[in-house]
């Protein structure tokens, strides 16, 4: 079982300022903020089961020893802790997240091939779902996307059934030779005998789509065992 958290800003406050005062206005104190964080991971820790994996998005915060200790929380269940870099994440703090995640991440994370982690929202293919954080008190309006900031998230971590729910939601896509999003931009470097191209190299995208199904259509009638309909029979035999 997979779970992701992002932007827990533990400590984030600075001259008086902070998390508390823009977005997190339910908190008195930086203190109090920081207090139900690491209950919420405690939380979490209850559910986990050796094995399970813990994504967190970045923007951890500031690294004193007891907000660092609430890894140690995550791996002493068993379960692995990862840590992805957000813009508040220092890169001279590097090596003190590598003592305490798992594995540390400095760019966005394909887990398969459909799903990719981050902290910044990334571009996506429409049948690619991107779990992330960084955007404060709003969400996007694109079914692909969902974001782990703690508090967008309502204090709970995203869970894996909310993923497949989004995958639910968006429409299948088809990656064809010929049907890509950069399709009508294709200019290829040498000659190609199963595209139509203008004299200046330009692709016509719809003769050539039409070229495609003809030759689809070709090998399928050159196949030994293909049999076409002649109209005897039951479609369902």
Known sequence: MRYFISDLHFGHEWNGRGIINFERTQFKTIEEHDEYIEEVISNLCRKLQPGDEVWNLGDFGRLDAEYLETVNWIKDTGAKAYFVYGNHDAHANLSQ????????????????????????????????????GHLHS????????????????????????????????IPKFTRRFLYEPWADSHQFTQPKDDVIMDPNGIIDL????????????????????????HGEGNFND
Do not use: G, M
Not at 113 to 118: E, I, R, T, Y
Not at 146 to 154: C, E, G, L, P, R
Not at 212 to 219: A, G, H, S, V
């Open 97 to 132: 997240f590598e003592k305490y995640f798992d594995q540390v991440f400095l760019y966005p994370v394909y887990l398969s091939q459909k799903l990719v982690v981050s902290h910044y929202p990334v571009a996506v293919w429409p049948d690619t779902v991107n779990v992330h």
């Open 138 to 169: 709003s969400k996007l309006c694109l079914p692909q996307y969902i974001n782990a900031s703690i508090h967008v998230a309502n204090y709970h971590p995203i869970t894996e059934s909310q993923v497949a729910a989004a995958f639910s939601k």
């Open 206 to 229: 719809s003769a050539s789509r039409l070229l495609q199904k003809l030759n689809t259509d070709k090998r399928l009638l050159d196949r030994s065992d293909y049999q076409p309909y």
